[in-house]
């Protein structure tokens, strides 16, 4: 492949990587730290879970569509990489660090689907009926999967610059 179109391949496919990373990790940095206690502080519950609602709504979406540009662009940029081996190849240690770095993503995609299809949907369920002790034991459980879910995305981006480092 001539090394300018690699160049030119290599940016574009990375900048799309970065973009669809910084949208969901700064999403559920943005959600779990800016917008949850601004509304708690703002709100009423009753309006809090209505705004959450929809701001949940929007943002799987994003994610989503973010994890279908990492998926395409990861691949891509793998086989355009001179560290990479070859698939379930680890005889460096940039494939080490990547292969890490994919448990942890691979983690944090069946966190984000638990969230978004099997939580989301029964306390949606349970708001409409008002304040429970069971509503507020799932509310705090979806706290935990965000917070979770963010160290995971903060320790994807530390492999991440250790793997950019080392290639």
């Known amino acids: 492949m001539n090394d300018i179109f690699k160049l030119i391949s290599l940016s574009i496919l990375n900048w799309l990587h970065l973009i669809a990373t910084?949208?969901?990790?700064?999403g559920i940095g943005t959600n779990l730290l800016i917008l949850m206690p601004s509304m708690r502080e703002a709100l009423e519950p009753p309006m809090m879970g209505k705004l959450m609602g929809a701001v949940m709504k929007r943002f799987r979406s994003l994610v989503y569509a973010s994890i279908?540009?990492?998926?395409?662009?990861?691949?891509l940029m793998n086989f355009l990489n001179e560290n990479y081996l070859g698939l379930l190849r680890f005889g460096n240690p940039w494939s080490q660090i990547s292969l890490i770095k994919h448990?942890?993503?691979?983690?944090?995609?069946?966190?984000?689907?638990?969230?978004?299809e099997g939580l989301?949907?029964?306390?949606?369920?349970?708001?409409?009926?008002?304040?429970?002790?069971?509503?507020?034991?799932?509310q705090r459980?979806?706290?935990?999967?965000?917070?979770?879910?963010?160290?995971?995305?903060?320790?994807?981006?530390?492999?991440?610059?250790?793997?950019t480092a080392i290639s």
């Open 22 to 26: 910084v949208v969901w990790i700064g």
């Open 141 to 163: 459980l979806q706290i935990k999967l965000a917070t979770t879910g963010l160290i995971m995305g903060i320790i994807i981006l530390l492999l991440t610059g250790i793997a």
């Open 103 to 116: 448990i942890f993503t691979v983690a944090l995609i069946i966190l984000a689907v638990y969230a978004f």
């Open 120 to 138: 989301g949907p029964k306390v949606s369920r349970l708001a409409v009926k008002g304040p429970s002790p069971e509503l507020a034991g799932l």
């Open 68 to 75: 279908a540009v990492l998926g395409v662009t990861g691949i």
